[in-house]
């Protein structure tokens, strides 16, 4: 490597240099982004296995002393009351965020394709119109929509939710589905439907396993949406038992003592749900699946 | 294998006529060749044909049937495209069953069919693999098993060679070509490239604007053009087409450059020219049937060298004439620098006269 060194000309071992310096740079970025992102993952996880009181020392414990999962057994424990209400509560959560993220995909595949493939009158006013929606702000709609769901009677009913979700996540949701298919090449539909397919098949057997990287992007992006939304909920629904997890959990607050390991526990099992899906569907994420159909 | 027909073939698209009343008929095993700069229409007749956009009127038939109503996947037919199409999650040897999964073959013939195919196209060892992990050219020799795997009754072919580079072009060209032979195919296909229509095709068409401008054997569109566009599309370097004043004086017949000077025609070329609707005659001629002298010859016509391209074998030098670029080969040991004055003279055998306002061909009779 010296003699490589020596003989390199001046400009290049310079250039080189100046290339490490950033390369260095761009990793402290990324250890700090690293740690930004990790320290409060961390303290969650530390702290839900501390005992109340030890979860309020000062200074803080950095590794409690008598690490306990007591604040696990009690949340996922059916018997007691705060284990029912976390576990309905969660079960809510699963139940509204699963009909959203199904609901939604039954309707953004065909509504994208369609986008992407027809040509229709009102075609671009359409697609606009459905991206109109993100123009404002969530909040904006509260209102209106509640007075909405109470004239069609749905306050206080996952369907309420379910149908929100589904009006805030689809507009993306087939914005999303709509560039994979603009990305398949028109050319192996028609091949397959020459081929002896017809144009349903022709979708069902090409189109279809090619978008499935876009479709679970898709539906990560619904279920997420859904599973974190909290002022809907909190809007919509007043019985205990129908409250999904993010209204659910703010209950370890109270007045006059807040039960921080137990909050930490269950937030910490809030997210593995959605941490589950990502490592799950991350290999579906593979690039470039459409390589090689076509030579551009 | 089948003969197709095309009867009045129209396709609208809001009010533009991308194709115009294109008539012709393929004959059974025959190879046509669909050609024509980008845009006139030649893709949207093959798309016609294979039924993947609606007709606006006409009829197309296949075999015996008429097939404008029917689905692509029942006018039996297959096609190669110009991106090929692979289905890129699908294996080669899955790729080359899938028209015969479609058609519902019991296993073991789709397994013989397949392997078949593969035997013929030199690609046994490549079944496994995924369409992106092959070369280009192989790539192309699946798109074209996909299609002969079926026995289709015709073959469509949308420009397959254009993605390949310029060697392995070549030698597809002469692959296909040994398939038509071998396998009788009735093949339709289209390219830009009036080259591969020329060396390929037994019948070539050929399209501009949405209209079919002629549709004959390559050696009688070379010798017999029915237009100027024709003239100019097919061949390389283009026909030379010079705009000229004819006029007609007992029995014979000259034609006169705004630059001062004339040519004196045969008597044939006269009969023709008598026959122009106006004036304006247009002079074609190729490349080879100009003679260049150094030195002033009778009947010759001066000009100046512009550019001289030697290729090896031949050296093309081009000048102007009456505004016109005109190309003439020469034997590479005639030397000629540019801005040298030369003098031209026209084979009157070989020469073409074009109508100045038609356009079309004019003829002795």
């Known amino acids: 490597m010296s003699t490589i060194a020596e003989t390199a000309p001046r400009g290049q071992t310079h250039r080189r240099m100046r290339i490490d310096g950033w390369r260095w740079g761009g990793r ?44 696990y057994q009690k949340l996922l424990d059916p018997q007691n009351s ?159 038992e129908q409250l999904t997890l993010p209204v659910g959990i703010q209950r370890f607050f109270s007045e006059n003592t807040t039960d921080f390991p137990g909050l930490m526990a269950a937030s910490f099992m809030m997210s593995v749900p959605v941490v589950v899906l990502f490592l799950v569907l991350q290999r579906y994420f593979v690039r470039a699946l459409t390589e090689g159909a076509v030579k551009h | 294998m089948a003969h197709v027909v095309l009867k009045d073939l129209v396709k609208t698209y809001r009010g533009f006529k991308a194709v115009n009343e294109v008539s012709l008929t393929v004959n059974d095993g025959e190879f046509v060749a669909l050609v024509g700069p980008s845009g006139c229409g030649k893709t949207t007749t093959l798309n016609l044909v294979a039924g993947l956009i609606p007709i606006t009127s006409g009829d197309i038939v296949i075999g015996d049937r008429v097939v404008n109503d029917l689905d692509p996947k029942d006018r039996d037919i297959a096609m190669v495209f110009q991106n090929y199409a692979l289905y890129p999650q699908k294996s080669v040897y899955m790729n080359l069953a899938f028209p015969l999964q479609m058609r519902k073959l019991p296993k073991d013939e789709i397994d013989r069919k397949v392997r078949e195919a593969a035997r013929v196209l030199d690609m046994t060892q490549l079944l496994e693999r995924k369409p992106r992990e092959l070369s280009g050219g192989q790539q192309q020799r699946v798109a074209l098993g996909r299609a002969l795997v079926r026995d289709p009754a015709v073959f469509l072919m949308d420009e397959p060679l254009s993605n390949l580079d310029a060697k392995l072009r070549v030698q597809m060209r002469s692959e296909i070509k040994r398939f038509h032979q071998d396998l009788k195919a009735t093949i339709i296909y289209v390219t830009h490239d009036q080259l591969e229509a020329v060396t390929m095709a037994d019948r070539m068409a050929v399209m501009n604007g949405g209209y079919l401008q002629q549709y004959d054997s390559p050696a009688q569109v070379f010798a017999h053009p029915a237009n100027m566009f024709v003239a100019s599309f097919v061949g390389s370097p283009a026909m030379s087409l010079i705009p000229l004043e004819a006029s007609t004086a007992n029995g014979g017949a000259v034609l006169t450059s705004a630059e001062g000077w004339s040519l004196d025609l ?100």
């Open chain 2, 266 to 365: 045969s008597q044939r070329n006269a009969r023709k020219v008598q026959r122009a609707t106006s004036k304006k005659v247009v002079l074609g001629a190729r490349h080879s049937t100009i003679k260049l002298h150094k030195s002033a010859v009778p009947g010759a016509i001066p000009a100046k060298a512009y550019t001289v391209e030697p290729t090896g074998d031949v050296t093309f030098v081009q000048a102007f004439l009456s505004g016109a670029i005109v190309n003439i080969s020469v034997s590479p040991n005639i030397a000629v620098t540019p801005d040298e004055r030369i003098w031209l003279e026209f084979d009157q055998e070989r020469m073409h006269l074009f109508d100045g306002e038609t356009e079309t061909a004019l003829e002795a009779n």
């Open chain 1, 82 to 240: 705060v284990g029912q209400d976390f576990l309905r509560f969660f079960w809510n959560s699963l139940f509204v965020s699963t009909a959203t993220t199904v609901l939604s995909v039954i309707v953004a595949v065909p509504a994208a394709y369609a986008f992407s493939r027809f040509t229709f009158p009102g075609r671009n006013f359409l697609f606009f119109a459905v991206l109109l929606r993100n123009m404002f702000p969530a909040v904006i709609f509260l209102v209106p929509l509640f007075i909405l769901m109470r004239a069609i009677g749905l306050v206080n009913t996952h369907g309420s939710l379910i149908l929100t979700y589904l009006t805030f996540g689809l507009p993306l949701a087939i914005w999303l589905l709509k560039g994979f298919y603009d990305n398949i090449p028109v050319q192996l539909e028609q091949a397959a439907r020459i081929d002896g397919a017809t144009r349903f098949q022709a979708f069902m057997l090409i189109v279809m396993p090619l978008s499935a990287p876009g479709i679970i992007a898709t539906a990560i992006y619904s279920f997420i949406g859904a599973w974190n939304e909290y002022i809907y909920a909190y809007t919509f629904l007043s019985k205990n």
């Open chain 1, 28 to 71: 402290i970025f990324l250890a700090f982004m690293l740690l930004y992102t990790a320290l409060p993952m961390i303290w969650m996880l530390i702290t839900s296995i501390k005992s109340g009181f030890a979860a309020m020392q000062f200074p803080p414990q950095w590794w409690p002393d008598q690490p306990t999962l007591a604040s």
